[in-house]
């Protein structure tokens, strides 16, 4: 379970280059924060940020912005960030529910990764691939929304076929075994270390829908 309260965790992370105060001032226009018009492309629920900052890292022409919810999941991430000097990264600290608050029309790619899967019905509309959710995607794009998915829970893998399927999304690339036959551009976030060393099958999805053009 994640730890949520820190002592101190907020003031220590809102010291960063990389943290972004107050995203919503930034609304339409974080393309102006990067001082670029590269893409931009976010990760949603970033946990000790492995992903983002790889992703970053590799791929210096694309902006990337990680999210997370807590702010003391983040001290682990900005405790990596302490010896990079990466243009390309921006972190905040917010609730996913937010994200048509924060963005509009800007972003290329989202990543979900290990997301949490909500078991209960109750609480369906809480995953990030309910169709609430994707109403909400589909404001942040500002071209085709193209979404990439990993996660070791079967139920909400079969949950996000049939969202997706649904919301006209085409599929292209579903694997039930990520590691049956692994791209080696795949890189993974701590969740997926830990269930792959346990031998956990890691489920993916990327799928686009597609924007007319009129």
């Known amino acids: 379970m994640r730890l949520r309260n820190k002592k101190g965790a907020q003031d220590i992370i ?15 226009e974080f393309n102006k924060l990067f001082k670029n018009n590269h893409n931009i492309e976010i990760e949603i629920g970033m946990g000790k940020g492995n ?4 992703k970053a890292l590799a791929n210096p022409n694309i902006n990337y ?3 997370e919810k807590y702010p003391t999941v983040l001290l682990s991430a900005f405790k990596k960030l302490n ?4 243009d390309n990264l921006k972190i905040i600290c917010m609730d996913a529910s937010e994200i048509d608050e924060v963005f509009d029309k800007e972003i290329s790619k989202i990543y979900l990764n290990f997301s949490d899967p909500w078991p209960k019905k109750k609480h369906a509309n809480r995953r990030l691939t309910s169709p609430i959710f994707l109403e909400k995607y ?3 794009f500002k071209g085709d929304c193209v979404v990439e998915m990993k996660t ?3 139920n909400l893998f079969e949950y996000s076929l049939v969202t997706f399927s649904k919301q006209d999304y085409s599929f292209e690339e579903v694997k039930l075994d990520l590691y049956s036959n692994l791209n080696v551009d795949n890189i993974q976030t701590e969740y997926e270390k830990k269930f792959v060393s346990l031998g956990l099958p890691i489920y993916k999805l990327k799928v686009i829908h597609k924007i007319s053009k009129k």
Not at 14 to 28: A, L, R, T
Not at 83 to 86: E, I, S, Y
């Open 83 to 86: 010896n990079l000097k990466l």
């Open 51 to 54: 992903f983002i900052i790889n």
């Open 152 to 154: 070791d829970n079967k």
């Open 65 to 67: 912005i990680g999210i």
């Open 138 to 140: 589909r404001k942040i």
């Open 14 to 28: 809102s010291k960063s280059e990389y943290y972004v105060d107050s995203p919503i001032e930034h609304k339409g």
